[in-house]
């Protein structure tokens, strides 16, 4: 959403053709005719990355890592007054950007020092292209479209630039240079951040923050036998470089209402889930993750609880538009060890989650889980509805409810582990940074 927040002055973009650019050769092999400026040729290069060279890949790699850092930090800042005083703006050719600056006076206190840091970078951004035009066209003229790499250039060939060019580019750090481009690229970074952070509500693998969540969920027909009210307590501890990995804790408590008055009602904890999340690949619009959970034989009764298991997860999510991503998640649960009373878990589930953002902060999900018991050989399709809305997307606490239930007959989802009806429930996320 933020891309659309800046200028075109592509800060970690476009790498410039200069002999001691890794990627100048590569620029002239691969994209020679494209225009610089506007982040075009870091896209050209992008698009090519299979056949750039190994050090031209490290100096695309190095950039991406660079931007994430300040783009974490600009959102942080300014999230909460882009959804408040500009939600409205289409993105796109520093709209938004220009729309926070209109509203400067009631911008909070970080996202006014960002927005005042970007006005400064980008005056110094074109008074250096003034007074170095002649100089850039004869030492740096591939570096021209590009605020990041052109200051790079200038500072490199120091000695032989004008006078009136020396007393101007001293003044621009190239730091600041890059945060100019760096915004820009926040489009794309953008368009996956808030769809992560839904996902989370709904019990997906998927992270983007750390998040403590409570869910309560009204189960109908249980197993064929009782309905079940269940609360979960759903801590999830984001940590590491870039926030690329997470322990994750699920913890319910479940009263269950037997339809046999011969049978007394059942409360107590369920089988308790720990997992460790990686995220291992984010960039751009694409984020993929694995996961290991171990589903722990926790409940008293089979009504309540479950047998040991073990979960690995694989997802990946993909932001498609700002307002519009699809993330798809496989999974299987593998019991082992004693059973006891307990059903044997042997489940594989393919899982599409489509996430649609709405005006006002506010979202649908709408998630499938396809689920194979390869036990008993029954498939169990789920449809599973989410809506929800984030009353604060700076300290970003939602508020979800949801509806799903069961595609297939009665006569399978019977004999299908945990099989249900219906369930019904509600959920509140606070997602938090360390």
Request: with cysteine.
């Amino acid at each position: 959403m933020r891309g659309s927040l800046l200028v075109a002055l592509a800060l970690l973009g476009a790498p410039a053709a200069r002999a001691e650019d890794p990627c100048a050769e590569d620029v002239k092999q691969l994209c020679a005719e494209v225009k610089p400026g506007e982040g075009r040729i870091e896209q050209c290069l992008r698009k090519a990355k299979a056949n750039v060279s190994l050090a031209c890949r490290g100096r695309l790699d190095a950039w991406d890592k660079k931007a994430q850092g300040l783009l974490e930090e600009f959102n942080l800042a300014c999230e909460v007054d882009v959804g408040r005083l500009c939600g409205e703006v289409k993105p796109g050719e520093g709209r938004v950007m220009a729309c926070l600056i209109k509203h400067e006076d009631d911008l909070s206190s970080s996202c006014r020092a960002e927005t005042d840091r970007f006005q400064t970078a980008r005056e110094q951004v074109l008074a250096v292209r003034s007074a170095c035009r002649a100089d850039v066209d004869r030492l740096c003229k591939s570096a021209s479209g590009e605020a990041g790499p052109l200051v790079e250039c200038l500072q490199t060939r120091r000695a032989e630039l004008s006078a009136e060019c020396r007393a101007a580019a001293p003044k621009l750090e190239v730091g600041a240079a890059e945060f100019v481009d760096a915004v820009d690229t926040l489009t794309s970074q953008e368009r996956i951040m808030g769809t992560l952070e839904v996902l989370q509500g709904i019990d997906s693998v998927a992270f983007s923050r750390s998040q403590i969540a409570f869910q309560g969920e009204n189960f109908q027909s249980l197993e064929g036998v009782a309905n079940a009210n269940r609360f979960t307590l759903n801590p999830q501890f984001v940590f590491g470089h870039r926030k690329q990995f997470a322990i994750l804790i699920k913890v319910p408590v479940s009263t269950v209402f037997p339809y046999s008055t011969q049978v007394p009602t059942a409360s107590g904890v369920g089988d308790i889930t720990t997992g460790f999340g990686w995220a291992f690949y984010a960039r751009g619009q694409i984020r993929q993750y694995l996961g290991l959970g171990l589903q722990w034989n926790t409940g008293a009764q089979a009504s309540l609880g479950a047998p040991w298991a073990v979960i690995p997860t694989y997802a990946i999510a993909i932001g498609l538009a700002r307002w519009f991503s699809v993330t798809v998640e496989v999974t299987w649960v593998k019991s082992f060890g004693s059973l006891g009373s307990y059903t044997e878990l042997d489940l594989l589930y393919f899982r599409p989650i489509l996430v649609f953002g709405l005006p006002a902060n506010a979202f649908v999900a709408l998630d499938t889980k396809l689920g194979w018991d390869l036990a008993n050989g029954s498939f169990v399709p789920v449809m599973k509805l989410a809506v929800g809305k984030f009353i604060d997307r700076g300290k970003s606490l939602s508020i979800t409810a949801w509806y799903q239930a069961s595609l297939t007959s009665e006569s399978v989802w019977r004999t299908f582990p945990g099989g249900y009806k219906f369930s019904v429930g509600v959920g509140i996320s606070y997602f938090f940074d360390w």
